[in-house]
């Protein structure tokens, strides 16, 4: 690395850190406390813990784009899984200096099977009441993939197989129109009608979780294969 | 009574209507799903018409998302700037979409282009997102959509090139958002919540809102490439497929500079001062010279439109410096909103033709354009009427809006500005010119390819429309200052 | 100095660090490494600044996990394209950097 470089790259971090540290010292206690309406509004939201609640009803627009966001990263993973648009000889197989031969991973991935997918299920199910929810069940379902993945195991084409562009699209599907829904009540969008707000938040959670865990391993699976480190 | 309603039901649609067609174009990906995309190009042109007409009668629209008030929930809001951005966005997006439609794709196109559809209607509701944003967490997933959707359909438009150029856009991409969503913090932390107009209401010039303000605008500035932070651009936008070049010139620097432009005028606008509007213009005179400089010099095509575009943005900074530090800020809105309109649709018409030239002649160099004139005479002529608007010429639209950035610097003694502006129509005539020149010179009996009679019409439409909005602008222009934060607007 | 101030501090540090290496480095996947080590960072920013001297805010903390995503959306596909990058060209770094 020159040197010259090395040296503005240092000054624009200490200006930075300058910067920002007499923003972080100099902060007074704001005029505004959204914690307050916060809880004057869980009793309505359905669910009681403040963080779904403000995922999932007060800033439910904000979860709705962000699935977007990762559908659109694997969109575009999907997208350059095969540029030269010939299909190679295995497209979807493992790669190759990612895979574990030992008998201890093979053997551990198969007894935590039913273990981390019951872990999903109860971060998904808790999240109504304490720390869980869509993201961290998804997360953990992710990481069963990737362990199954990397042991060796195969999960199939993906997203030319039928199911998996399924499960890929349902959540952020779901979560659509269950938005658009209350639109045709006459209500704005992503209004959940009180009476139902708990189910119908729990139902797109379940539906999310599933399509988040498969995202998440299809980002990882769409990796290209390794080639020889010719020029 | 009814009438509000169905207004405040548009803004949520012309979200949701995008959306809702890239899962559709997502369930069996295919190179021309023809009979799936036209009913979604009508349907959202119809949407943001229909926007644009309820703004122009009943003022700013607002739709309270999850029915919870700010500054708790989320609300969407159509002003006269956000609907007109959006009706534009649909017509640009439709344009382009058409464009595409008609490209002709043979057996062994690129498997990766099966996958435009699904990122282009996610790129068309990420920008109606933007458009109509008035919560700043909201506006930075909205951005961020935007910004992996372009990333996404530049690396998609296939070769090595596009690759390093979509990898050096999505870094840029992601420093700019970065710096934003520091900023945000810094704000929500200093006032206690992210809704613009409740911040707006009580900013106040303490330390933290300046570094606040101060990170926001640099990472804006970097998405908008603002010079000296543009290289990321000329790559990106000559690298890729002519309709997805078109769409990011035309609408996603302008998304972040609209960004900007509402943060600066609400939040800062009694912090903002005006040395810093003055620095901000001082760059956008150094984009205009820089832009239309390097613009002369290249000997491809795309990279020469794309060097245009850094310049144009250039225009919308010195229009940013007017309307903050100017004495006469409602010349320089009108100026700065025809300017943004006028030069979505130039530079869309432009990369359009270009794109239909470069497969005529079948090279990317301007040198080998010569003879092009007697065979795609209509693709010139669109590319012509484009340049006549960025030059600035009458009557175009590109006139209007320079005329009125002009007067508004003269009326407030500025007279840099009027230079800069002047300066910048004579190098874009310049490399407009060298483009025509060397299209009418003589062919050397070269083989032309015959290209999409579609194509010329379309460019054609957008070029011609970049110059009748200069004629019929007062209609526009009224609409464009409804809700904006001047005095005397009205709301 | 409460504890969420503390936090705030050491994401600043953590800003600038990274920063620093991010504008530094040339191999694309330090880069991406760093832009990670600052998203860490403003979230701490954003987590430890809005809550020092007040109550708990959940706010705060939902908006980091939508960030958390975003980022991960972000990173993995950069990743991808880095990959594809050095699997079509041999180079870890973008061609302007290879002279430096």
């Known amino acids: 690395m020159n040197r010259r470089r090395v040296f503005t790259s240092v000054a624009l971090s200490v200006g930075l850190a300058v910067m920002l540290g007499g923003a972080v010292l100099t902060r007074t206690v704001p005029p505004f406390d959204l914690a307050v309406d916060l809880a004057k509004g869980i009793p309505q939201s359905g669910v009681t813990h403040p963080i779904t609640a403000v995922l999932l009803q007060f800033r439910s627009y904000d979860t709705l784009l962000e699935i977007a966001v990762l559908l659109v990263a694997v969109v575009v993973a999907l997208a350059l899984r095969d540029p030269q648009g010939a299909h190679s000889a295995a497209p979807e197989s493992v790669m190759v200096d990612s895979v574990i031969t030992t008998p201890v991973l093979a053997s551990l991935t198969l007894m935590l099977l039913p273990l981390m997918i019951m872990t999903a299920v109860y971060l998904l199910w808790a999240?109504?009441?304490?720390?869980?929810?869509?993201f961290q069940a998804g997360a953990v379902l992710a990481a069963l993939g990737i362990l199954w993945r990397v042991s060796g195991r195969r999960i199939g084409p993906f997203a030319t197989n039928r199911w998996q562009h399924v499960a890929l699209l349902s959540g952020f599907a779901a979560f659509l129109a269950a938005a658009t829904s209350t639109l045709l009540f006459g209500r704005p969008l992503l209004a959940w009608p009180f009476s139902y707000a708990g189910l119908i938040i729990v139902a797109i959670e379940t539906v999310l979780t599933v399509s988040i865990g498969i995202s998440l391993l299809g980002l990882f699976a769409s990796a290209p294969e390794p080639v020889d480190k010719r020029a | 009574m009814t009438e509000p309603l169905v207004g405040a039901t548009l803004l949520p649609l012309a979200i949701v209507v995008p959306l809702l067609w890239a899962v559709l174009t997502l369930v069996r990906p295919r190179r021309r799903p023809t009979w799936l995309v036209l009913p979604g190009l009508v349907s959202w042109l119809a949407i943001c018409a229909g926007l644009w007409w309820q703004t122009s009668r009943h003022g700013v629209l607002t739709h309270v998302l999850g029915a919870w008030p700010e500054p708790l929930g989320i609300a969407l809001r159509a002003d006269g700037l956000g609907s007109t951005m959006a009706l534009l966005t649909s017509v640009i997006g439709s344009a382009c979409a058409l464009y595409r439609l008609w490209t002709p794709m043979d057996a062994d196109t690129l498997g990766a282009q099966h996958w435009f559809w699904p990122l282009f209607f996610m790129f068309g509701a990420a920008l109606n997102a933007v458009w109509l944003a008035a919560d700043l967490f909201n506006m930075y997933v909205g951005l961020e959509l935007l910004g992996l959707s372009a990333v996404g359909l530049v690396a998609i438009s296939g070769g090595a090139n596009a690759l390093a150029a979509a990898l050096r856009y999505l870094l840029a991409a992601l420093l700019g958002s970065l710096a934003y969503l520091l900023g945000v913090a810094l704000l929500y932390a200093a006032y206690g919540s992210l809704a613009l107009s409740s911040?707006?209401?009580?900013?106040?010039?303490?330390?933290?809102?300046?570094?606040?303000?101060?990170?926001?605008?640099?990472?804006?500035?970097?998405?908008?490439?603002?010079?000296?932070?543009?290289?990321?651009?000329?790559?990106?936008?000559?690298?890729?497929?002519?309709?997805?070049?078109?769409?990011?010139?035309?609408?996603?620097?302008?998304?972040?500079?609209?960004?900007?432009l509402r943060i600066m005028m609400d939040v800062g606008v009694s912090i903002v001062t005006p040395s810093l509007a003055q620095g901000l213009g001082a760059l956008g005179a150094g984009a205009i010279a820089w832009g239309g400089w390097q613009a002369l010099r290249h000997a491809d095509l795309k990279m020469l439109v794309a060097h245009s575009t850094v310049a144009q943005i250039g225009y919308l900074f010195v229009g940013m410096a007017l309307l903050l530090g100017g004495s006469a800020p409602e010349l320089a809105w009108d100026g700065l909103m025809l300017q943004l309109v006028a030069h979505a649709l130039a530079k869309s018409a432009m990369f359009l033709a270009a794109g239909t030239l470069i497969a005529a002649v079948g090279s990317y160099r301007v040198a080998d354009l010569a003879g092009v004139s007697r065979h795609t005479p209509m693709a010139l002529f669109a590319f012509g009427l484009a340049g006549v608007s960025l030059m600035g010429l009458p009557p175009s639209g590109g006139f209007s809006a320079k005329w009125l950035l002009l007067q508004s610097a003269l009326a407030s003694g500025q007279w840099h500005w009027a230079v800069a502006l002047i300066g910048g129509g004579a190098l874009t005539a310049g490399y407009i010119f060298r483009v025509l020149g060397a299209s009418f010179k003589q062919g050397t009996g070269d083989t032309f390819e015959s290209t999409p009679f579609g194509w010329d019409v379309v460019a054609l439409l957008l070029a011609l429309s970049s110059i009748v909005v200069g004629v019929v602008a007062t209609g526009p222009l009224a609409v464009l200052r409804i809700g904006a934060p001047l005095a005397g607007a009205t709301s | 100095m409460s504890t969420e101030l503390w936090y705030a501090l050491v994401g600043v540090v953590l800003?600038?660090?990274?920063?620093?290496?991010?504008?530094?480095?040339?191999?694309?996947?330090?880069?991406l490494l760093a832009f990670n080590i600052m998203g860490t960072g403003c979230f701490l920013i954003l987590?430890?600044?809005?809550?020092?001297?007040?109550?708990?805010?959940?706010?705060?903390?939902?908006?980091?996990?939508?960030?958390?995503?975003?980022?991960?959306?972000?990173?993995?596909?950069?990743?991808?394209?880095?990959?594809?990058?050095?699997?079509?060209?041999?180079?870890?770094t973008l061609p302007e950097e290879d002279d430096a």
Request: some cysteine.
């Open chain 1, 127 to 134: 999240g109504a009441f304490q720390p869980g929810g869509a």
């Open chain 3, 15 to 31: 800003v600038a660090v990274s920063f620093g290496a991010f504008m530094a480095h040339t191999h694309l996947f330090r880069r």
């Open chain 2, 199 to 260: 911040i707006a209401a009580v900013a106040t010039p303490n330390t933290i809102t300046y570094v606040a303000l101060a990170l926001i605008t640099a990472g804006l500035c970097l998405k908008t490439a603002l010079f000296p932070l543009h290289a990321w651009l000329p790559p990106a936008h000559a690298v890729s497929l002519s309709p997805v070049s078109a769409l990011m010139s035309a609408l996603v620097v302008k998304a972040s500079f609209v960004m900007l």
């Open chain 3, 47 to 92: 987590v430890g600044l809005a809550q020092h001297e007040r109550a708990p805010d959940p706010i705060p903390q939902a908006l980091v996990l939508t960030g958390i995503v975003v980022a991960v959306a972000s990173t993995a596909l950069a990743l991808i394209l880095l990959r594809r990058w050095f699997a079509a060209t041999g180079r870890t």
